[in-house]
């Protein structure tokens, strides 16, 4: 597809249990950011990749959320022992070149996660 | 510390009309401004992107205006339908942050 997918498109967890969740990117786009949106809010930055250089995580609200990008295209996104504050859309972009470029950031349609 | 403040009450009005929407920020001089539209259930979708040294922009029916004086930008949609009813987010490339920061969005709702 000529969009970025993101998977699952919904999950359902147990508070406790780790969590992963897919985007794959806009063919050739070298920028991938992942953000949280919890209800009626604003997008929150988690954290950012741009080609091989070390990822911005500055985002990321603690240690248990983690990701990576492999091969410079699909990106997983890891919540460990996941809490009910967790509750929120996580939404993937990618973006052609930020270098240079003007940052316009494609998004995916989300994966709604729900911590019981 | 910086800040993106968009009106978080909805913006109701009539079909036809020109609906404005405000962003407004706070310590800081970007670069540039970016205007996206968010449909419930969905990601966000650019729709103008205007440069600091840019006043105004225009596509279609949409113009946004820069006013880096003021550190304001309004966004607007002339003519405005029913299916231009969504959530409006602004953002901003903020220092020491190499993703965009996004303000929380203004509601709009056109009704017919």
């Known amino acids: 597809g000529a969009g970025v997918s993101q998977s699952p498109s919904n999950k359902v967890t147990e508070k406790g249990k780790d969590v992963e969740l897919r985007c794959d990117p806009i063919s050739g786009h070298t920028a991938l950011y992942w953000y949280r949106q919890s209800l009626g809010q604003g997008l929150e930055f988690l954290i950012y990749?741009?080609?091989?250089?070390?990822?911005?995580k500055s985002g990321l609200p603690s240690d248990r959320f983690s990701a990576e990008r492999t091969g410079g295209s699909v990106s997983t996104l890891t919540i460990q022992r996941t809490q009910q504050e967790d509750s929120a859309v996580y939404l993937c972009?990618?973006?052609?070149?930020?270098?240079?470029?003007?940052?316009?950031?494609?998004f995916g349609p989300g994966t709604r996660l729900t911590v019981l | 510390s910086q800040k993106i403040e968009q009106n978080s009450e909805a913006l109701n009005i009539q079909e036809g009309k020109t609906a404005t929407l405000t962003c407004n920020y706070t310590?800081?001089?970007?670069?540039?401004l970016q205007w996206y539209r968010q449909d419930p259930g969905r990601g966000p979708v650019f729709l103008l992107l205007?440069?600091?040294?840019?006043k105004e922009k225009r596509k279609e029916r949409l113009k946004v205006t820069f006013d880096t004086t003021l550190k304001q930008s309004l966004f607007h949609i002339t003519a405005s339908q029913p299916a231009d009813s969504a959530t409006y987010l602004c953002a901003l490339d903020m220092t020491g942050r190499r993703a965009l920061t996004f303000g929380s969005g203004t509601r709009l709702q056109v009704q017919p």
């Open positions: 310590n800081y001089s970007p670069a540039y």
């Open positions: 205007i440069r600091e040294n840019e």
């Open positions: 972009a990618s973006s052609p070149d930020r270098w240079g470029g003007t940052d316009t950031q494609y």
């Open positions: 990749f741009q080609g091989n250089s070390a990822p911005d």
